[in-house]
């Protein structure tokens, strides 16, 4: 079987089960349910996993009475139950809702973190996740949100429970991003287009000090400099390469 025709059948299938995911949508909770009872019964099916269903009776919750207090906590915890559902858009949506009709809610240090944990987790297109790439490899968009969510976190609200976990996700996305530049450096290189290896390169040293991706763009830089005949700026780098990275001996050109 060819290639194409094998994804055509990969992509038709996760497509199929899309469709039948969303054509079983839950049915209306009763009339006579008070918020409270709406509220308890979404929290239930969130967290059972039942996920549309949650999203339903939360929404239902919040048509129904939007003035109570069930309607503050039904749109945060809709949120979640969005991105638990595999809908970032929505997800982002509803927390920026939350963070303008409730600016001094108790609650708005998760809406932020829980801001930047969507964005953290977002997934590629369908092909991405039919031959998944690494991290650094996506789009780097989604991953400098990320970091800002989390940073807006730590900025404001210092003392969050959630500040921990996401202080660990930002050095995570400190790294990657720097990967990433230094991906797109390797790729300019092999094409030959060596200025713009070098500029990238040397972006990534500026901008991402401290992470494992310094050591290659180094590196880089050398085999850029050497490449475009300027001797002097490649020992300038080496020498740089030598004090900060005194193990590595040599400097090799082929990178995958």
């Known amino acids: 079987m060819k290639l194409w025709t094998l994804l055509t059948i990969i992509v038709i299938a996760l497509n199929s089960t899309a ?60 949120a979640f139950a969005y991105y638990k559902y595999e809908e970032p858009d929505t997800a982002l949506d509803t927390i920026d809702r939350y963070t303008r009709m409730y600016p001094r809610s108790e609650k708005i240090d998760y809406a932020i973190y829980l801001r930047g944990l969507v964005n953290f987790n977002r997934g590629g297109s369908l092909m991405d996740k039919v031959f998944p790439r690494s991290f650094s490899d996506l789009d780097n968009v989604r991953q400098k949100e990320a970091f800002h969510d989390f940073s807006k976190l730590l900025t404001r609200y210092p003392q969050s429970k959630y500040t921990k976990d996401a202080n660990k996700r ?87």
């Open 19 to 78: 469709c039948s995911s969303f054509s079983s949508s839950p049915s209306e909770p009763p009339m006579s349910d008070s918020a409270e009872k709406l509220f308890n019964k979404a929290s239930i099916a969130l967290k059972n996993g039942n996920y549309a269903d949650a999203i339903k009776r939360y929404e239902v919750l919040q048509a129904r009475y939007p003035l109570g207090p069930f309607a503050q906590k039904a749109l945060l915890e809709s």
């Open 170 to 256: 930002m050095t995570f996305l400190k790294n990657s991003l720097g990967q990433s530049e230094v991906n797109i450096a390797k790729y300019y290189f092999k094409r030959r287009a060596y200025i713009a290896a070098f500029n990238r390169a040397d972006y990534a040293i500026k901008h991402h000090q401290g992470t494992p991706a310094i050591m290659e763009a180094l590196k880089i830089k050398i085999c850029a400099a050497k490449a475009l005949k300027k001797k002097d700026l490649a020992t300038k780098t080496k020498q740089v390469l030598a004090l900060n990275f005194p193990k590595v001996k040599r400097v090799h050109c082929n990178f995958k």
